[in-house]
């Protein structure tokens, strides 16, 4: 944030440094705010929007702890989380501004402090905050089709976590329902990390059998098994340095489980065929689409293996929980998929924003993001309308018959095709579009199910 556009609160108990600080920053920042009493502070956090609060160390208040300072910090920075906070210290007590840093404080000056230091400091601080907000939109990654958006206050809540663990070695576990965009997360937060120059690798370990399950993360040495016609590496040695993301890990079988649970107690993998041992050094990151609840069932999961791929735990939001983030996104895959198929920039009418907002997404993003590349390609004019906005079939089938078990996928697409028909009321141009479907290919259909 530009200093000229920011709101600063000083709180001092002397009247000579209000004075002196509005001075200095009346001309600097859009508004300066100063008050005496620390008990305030509440009150006008709420009513204004402060960006950065410079703030004393040392009141004549009831409190009397010595560090009123730390007392105060807390308290703003659990009303305000995301708010600068620059202490104010005499030379005196420099230990205790340090211990403010660990604090949560963000930044501090010594009375008397040198003027240039100050706009300094206060603008490094609000410039390092407008990159914050930045990853609040978005987290950006090289993975797929480039990046997670959100304004919802659960994405915003995410992307704060994220900043947070991205840089750190902590396993994560990453939760959701399918195309929630767990994969392309785990991708942004190894981007995030200090591993992102090494490798980033990818196991989908939901699909493997047994023997695959030890070949793919361990390795094996050549003729351990019939297939074993040379040695080969294992996912956990080609992610030395760097990121593994174990996908589907809640599909694993518990004896799949105690052999991942003995590799991350000793940091060591043994390929197939060798009893010699070999230090790892990744970070992970799992994914699964199974509910908490449903993991921590020990007959399903174990739960000295959740404590180890849990240290920190992400639960990526189906799109119905984020409606304000439809629009952003959408937007976004209409300005990808429009530069993809050479199409002018596309946009929306109000209907057709509507229509997205109103639909359920039992498919999330991933739906979200095929429906508006099947819009773009199909579209006629720059501008999509409701008509040009088909939802799957298949999702819209699954959704609504979940719970029948029995019911075979032909019925379904029959089902869906009779309805779409009759809806335009037999007109099959109309209905082969809302199907996403050619004209000759709804005419195969028709034949097909003697419609």
Same mark, same amino acid.
């Given at each position: 944030?530009?200093?000229?556009?920011?709101?600063?609160?000083?709180?001092?108990?002397?009247?000579?440094?209000?004075?002196?600080?509005?001075?200095?920053?009346?001309?600097?920042?859009?508004?300066?705010?100063?008050?005496?009493?620390?008990?305030?502070?509440?009150?006008?956090?709420?009513?204004?929007?402060?960006?950065?609060?410079?703030?004393?160390?040392?009141?004549?208040?009831?409190?009397?702890?010595?560090? @009123?300072?730390?007392?105060?910090?807390?308290?703003?920075?659990?009303?305000?989380?995301?708010?600068?906070?620059?202490?104010?210290?005499?030379?005196?007590?420099?230990?205790?501004?340090?211990?403010?840093?660990?604090?949560?404080?963000?930044?501090?000056?010594?009375?008397?402090?040198?003027?240039?230091?100050?706009?300094?400091?206060?603008?490094?601080?609000?410039?390092?905050?407008?990159?914050?907000?930045?990853?609040?939109?978005?987290?950006?990654?090289?993975?797929?089709?480039?990046?997670?958006?959100?304004?919802?206050?659960?994405?915003?809540?995410?992307?704060?976590?994220?900043?947070?663990?991205?840089?750190?070695?902590?396993?994560?576990?990453?939760?959701?329902?399918?195309?929630?965009?767990?994969?392309?997360?785990?991708?942004?937060?190894? @981007?995030?990390?200090?591993?992102?120059?090494?490798?980033?690798?990818?196991?989908?370990?939901?699909?493997?059998?047994? /023997?695959?399950?030890?070949?793919?993360?361990?390795?094996?040495?050549?003729?351990?098994?019939?297939?074993?016609?040379?040695?080969?590496?294992?996912?956990?040695?080609?992610?030395?340095?760097?990121?593994?993301?174990?996908? @589907?890990?809640?599909?694993? /079988?518990?004896?799949?489980?105690?052999?991942?649970?003995?590799?991350?107690?000793?940091?060591?993998?043994?390929?197939?065929?060798?009893?010699?041992?070999?230090?790892?050094?990744?970070?992970?990151?799992?994914?699964?689409?199974?509910?908490?609840?449903?993991?921590?069932?020990?007959?399903?999961?174990?739960?000295?293996?959740?404590?180890?791929?849990?240290?920190?735990?992400?639960?990526?939001?189906?799109?119905?929980?984020?409606?304000?983030?439809?629009?952003?996104?959408?937007?976004?895959?209409?300005?990808?998929?429009?530069?993809?198929?050479?199409?002018?920039?596309?946009?929306?009418?109000?209907?057709?924003?509507?229509?997205?907002?109103?639909?359920?997404?039992?498919?999330?993003?991933?739906?979200?993001?095929?429906?508006?590349?099947?819009?773009?390609?199909?579209?006629?004019?720059?501008?999509?309308?409701?008509?040009?906005?088909?939802?799957?079939?298949?999702? /819209?089938?699954?959704?609504?018959?979940?719970?029948?078990?029995?019911?075979?996928?032909?019925?379904? @697409?029959?089902?869906?095709?009779?309805?779409?028909?009759?809806?335009?009321?037999?007109?099959?141009?109309?209905?082969?579009?809302?199907?996403?479907?050619?004209? /000759?290919?709804?005419?195969?259909?028709?034949?097909?199910?003697?419609?």
């Amino acid at each position: 944030m530009i200093l000229k556009k920011a709101t600063i609160l000083i709180v001092d108990d002397d009247p000579d440094v209000l004075t002196a600080v509005k001075l200095l920053l009346k001309t600097e920042a859009q508004e300066v705010i100063t008050e005496k009493n620390p008990e305030n502070l509440n009150w006008l956090l709420q009513r204004n929007e402060v960006d950065l609060v410079l703030l004393d160390m040392n009141f004549n208040s009831a409190i009397n702890t010595g560090n @009123e300072g730390l007392y105060w910090l807390r308290k703003v920075k659990d009303w305000k989380p995301n708010v600068c906070v620059i202490m104010i210290t005499a030379y005196g007590d420099i230990d205790l501004a340090v211990r403010s840093l660990k604090e949560g404080a963000n930044d501090f000056i010594v009375k008397p402090w040198h003027n240039e230091k100050l706009i300094a400091t206060i603008k490094e601080l609000l410039d390092k905050k407008e990159g914050l907000k930045t990853t609040k939109t978005a987290v950006k990654s090289t993975a797929g089709d480039t990046s997670i958006l959100g304004e919802s206050d659960v994405m915003q809540d995410i992307f704060y976590k994220v900043n947070k663990i991205a840089p750190t070695d902590a396993n994560i576990l990453l939760l959701g329902e399918n195309g929630t965009g767990k994969d392309l997360m785990a991708k942004a937060i190894h @981007e995030r990390s200090l591993r992102a120059d090494k490798p980033f690798i990818k196991v989908d370990v939901g699909a493997l059998t047994d /023997t695959l399950f030890e070949s793919e993360l361990f390795g094996h040495k050549k003729g351990a098994f019939t297939d074993a016609r040379e040695d080969r590496t294992g996912r956990f040695e080609d992610a030395q340095g760097g990121t593994l993301f174990l996908d @589907e890990i809640g599909n694993i /079988t518990l004896q799949q489980q105690a052999k991942l649970l003995t590799i991350l107690q000793n940091r060591q993998v043994t390929r197939l065929g060798t009893n010699k041992a070999i230090d790892i050094d990744i970070r992970l990151i799992c994914a699964t689409n199974v509910p908490m609840h449903e993991l921590a069932n020990e007959n399903r999961f174990r739960k000295d293996l959740i404590y180890r791929i849990n240290t920190v735990e992400i639960n990526m939001p189906p799109l119905r929980r984020r409606n304000e983030d439809i629009s952003i996104l959408a937007k976004h895959f209409a300005k990808l998929y429009a530069s993809k198929y050479l199409k002018p920039a596309m946009d929306f009418d109000a209907a057709a924003l509507q229509k997205l907002k109103s639909y359920n997404y039992p498919g999330n993003v991933r739906e979200l993001q095929y429906t508006i590349e099947r819009a773009v390609i199909m579209a006629d004019d720059h501008v999509l309308r409701p008509d040009d906005l088909i939802f799957s079939i298949l999702e /819209t089938a699954n959704d609504t018959t979940v719970n029948d078990d029995n019911i075979q996928l032909s019925t379904l @697409e029959k089902n869906a095709i009779l309805r779409v028909i009759e809806k335009h009321n037999g007109n099959i141009t109309r209905a082969a579009k809302e199907l996403g479907l050619t004209r /000759t290919a709804l005419y195969r259909r028709l034949s097909k199910y003697d419609i």
